[in-house]
């Protein structure tokens, strides 16, 4: 009961909806990255290296081996590394467009944050606790002139 109580607990507060959004998009953001990555960044690469697809590139390690029939009767086995080139560019391409979003949303906050901005609200929260910090400042110059005497 106590598991179910926890769980109930854990979907009402909101968590697990956040974690739901954050899923789907990860999920759009990788199609959207696949297809730069694909699309956009490796034809150019490609072409640098005389029309070549990564995808194609592999190392033969045993030859296929066919029949008089054509059946393949010992399959190909081959290294793929254009494969691994073109995922470590996906990973790169992710980690990067990750950087900058989380870069302009720091920006966002830090300036959301900042009591001292008038061209943008300060949350209520972040506002209470500057005049709450103000507060204590003044009265400790106070407690210190009073103890100095």
């Known amino acids: 009961m106590k598991l179910l109580n926890e769980f109930k607990e854990f ?5 697990m909806m956040d974690m739901a959004i954050g899923i789907i998009i990860g999920a759009a953001f990788n199609k959207v990255i696949d297809v730069l990555a694909k699309q956009v960044l490796l034809p150019p690469l ?41 995922v470590f560019l996906d990973f790169l391409i992710i980690g990067f467009t ?20 008038a061209t943008v609200t300060t949350p209520k929260d972040i506002e209470l606790l500057t005049h709450l910090k103000e507060l204590m400042e003044e009265q400790n110059k106070l407690l210190k002139s009073n103890g100095s005497k």
Do not use: C, H, W
């Open 11 to 15: 979907a009402v507060k909101g968590n």
């Open 46 to 86: 490609s072409l640098m290296t005389d029309g070549v697809g990564f995808s194609d590139k592999k190392i033969i390690l045993r030859d296929e081996v066919t029949n008089v029939s054509g059946e393949v009767t010992i399959s190909e086995v081959a290294i793929a590394y254009g494969e691994l080139f073109e």
């Open 98 to 117: 990750v950087f900058i979003v989380v870069k302009f949303m720091n920006r966002l906050r830090n300036k959301a944050q900042d009591p001292k901005d």
